[in-house]
């Protein structure tokens, strides 16, 4: 049987985790922390519980997949609730559209906020998303790429997606589908998860509108950091070993250079016939192969925006009309984005996300109390904001947005995040979103997830193939465990993945 270490229990090491021990393979995954989570981490304080990572959860089924692979029931590891409203989206003039589930809800909830003709105009974009989804997973998302020469591999797919549109802009693809701009908004501002305005990013990215739109929007119980316990629990179950409270400290490499192992701090080795590193790509290469030069892309690639993010858990009410997750959307759009991305500044007039869990798990927060997840996009670490000087400055922003609102604002506990901190957390420019997804970063042209100078290793994660958010990496760890099964010699699969 075949040993591989993966570095990181964050959800692409995970996934990848549970994908190789499905395969047969000896896992020992190592996380430096005393929990499992990555990025998507945990607070506790006064009796509130801070996720510290991603709070939109969409794309039930690629979780499913992972606990499948590793032969786990989903249901029973991880109970979860369809949020309907997924989102409500609040604009500058008072009124708001909801993000319903269900295309005769959202469609309605168009033809009542709208008018009849954006309400038919979405029975159309609809078609055009799940067209997009469906050519774009299986030959562009979930596919490894060795050189931009696999593109033409499936030149019908290719021929399928430049006839919907797909390399064309996103902005202009929606506004020619919507005459009421807060639709325009509502369907664009997902390319900011790809680290792009809405203007320049390629029309293919509404694959993330139909994640969040189309398939729904989820909450687990206990909250976003129940994810990676219960994914933790299917790796163990099937078999991984997993170290916690373990850093990485160095590569072992054979005499030929293949990787040996690694060695943690303290100095023990453990040996692997491969090795799966989940860190950010920059820092991986410079903690863990120093000799080696990083690809170019990885060195000089354009970053994705950063944001600051505000834990905040606070006694009081919450304003009327409030959800799970209400999107704030400002007067300025296309100028704040150029503030944001072109000049490295503040959005002068910024867009915010507030999240408010305890709105389906009330056991999240004191009686009488939420939790609230506030977020403002950012410049990363190239731009010109002095984060010395704008933390404070932030935080009293975002305080009086709250009190405008309406929201809490008598604080017990807090956390605010803002670049600095997501440096120091090991992400490259101060970003948790990684490389942008322009298309010279995008499925071929992306870092990939293979080490050709060091055979044996392999990547998984946001910074590779195919990207940022959940879905995407939980997608990666599939993708490195398939280059590990590719690499190592062949091995019976466990009897509970044959099951599953």
Not at 51 to 69: F, K, N, Q, S, W
Not at 212 to 230: H, L, N, R, T
Not at 384 to 397: A, I, K, L, P
Request: some cysteine; hydrophobic content about 40%; aromatic content about 8%.
């Amino acid at each position: 049987m075949s040993r591989v270490v993966v570095i990181g229990a964050g959800l692409a090491g995970l996934a990848t985790a549970c994908h190789l021990s499905g395969s047969g393979h000896e896992v020992v995954l190592v996380e430096r922390e005393s929990i499992p989570g990555g990025r998507g981490g945990r607070i506790h304080d006064q009796g509130y519980t801070f996720d510290t990572g991603p709070t939109v959860l969409t794309m039930r089924g690629l979780i499913d997949d992972v606990v499948r692979a590793a032969g786990g029931d989903l249901d029973a590891l991880l109970p979860m609730r369809l949020l309907d409203p997924g989102y409500r989206a609040k604009y500058a003039d008072g009124s708001e559209i909801l993000v319903r589930h269900g295309h005769e809800n959202m469609r309605e909830e168009i033809r009542q906020k709208c008018g009849p003709r954006d309400a038919a105009a979405f029975d159309d974009f609809s078609v055009w998303l799940r067209k997009l989804y469906d050519v774009e997973m299986p030959h562009f998302i979930d596919a490894n790429f060795d050189s931009p020469l696999d593109l033409v591999a499936s030149p019908s797919a290719g021929a399928r997606l430049l006839g919907l549109g797909g390399f064309g802009r996103l902005g202009p693809a929606v506004a020619r589908r919507f005459e009421d701009d807060r639709l325009r908004r509502l369907f664009t501002f997902q390319a900011m998860y790809a680290g792009l305005p809405p203007s320049s990013a390629l029309a293919l990215y509404a694959v993330i509108t139909y994640m969040d739109c189309i398939e729904g929007v989820w909450f687990p119980e206990g909250g976003m950091g129940a994810v990676p316990v219960a994914l933790a629990k299917a790796a163990s179950d099937a078999g991984v070993e997993i170290r916690y409270d373990a850093t990485v400290s160095r590569l072992l490499r054979r005499a030929d250079g293949a990787v040996a192992g690694v060695e943690i701090d303290g100095g023990e080795k453990l040996a692997a016939d491969a090795v799966v590193c989940t860190l950010d790509l920059p820092v991986a290469y410079k903690h863990l192969l120093p000799e080696l030069k990083a690809p170019r892309v990885v060195r000089k690639g354009q970053y994705s925006p950063s944001a600051v993010v505000w834990h905040v858990g606070a006694k009081g009410g919450l304003p009327a009309g409030a959800h799970h997750h209400n999107i704030h959307f400002a007067n300025a759009w296309d100028s704040s984005f150029d503030a944001l991305i072109k000049q490295g500044r503040m959005m002068p007039d910024p867009s915010r996300l507030v999240t408010v869990p305890t709105v389906t798990d009330p056991s999240l927060a004191p009686e009488g109390g939420h939790v609230l997840y506030v977020l403002e996009p950012a410049p990363n670490l190239d731009g010109v904001v002095d984060w010395t000087q704008q933390r404070g400055r932030s935080r009293e922003e975002l305080l009086r947005f709250l009190e405008t609102e309406g929201y809490p604002t008598d604080i017990v506990a807090e956390e605010l995040v803002d670049p600095l901190d997501w440096e120091r957390q090991g992400m490259e420019r101060g970003t948790p979103f990684a490389l942008a997804h322009t298309f010279l970063q995008t499925g071929p042209f992306r870092p990939k997830n293979v080490e050709k100078r060091v055979p044996g290793l392999f990547f998984a994660g946001s910074g590779t193939t195919p990207g940022v958010g959940v879905p995407m990496v939980l997608v990666s760890g599939r993708l490195a465990a398939q280059r590990v099964v590719d690499h190592l010699p062949a091995v019976a699969p466990r009897r509970t993945a044959a099951v599953a």
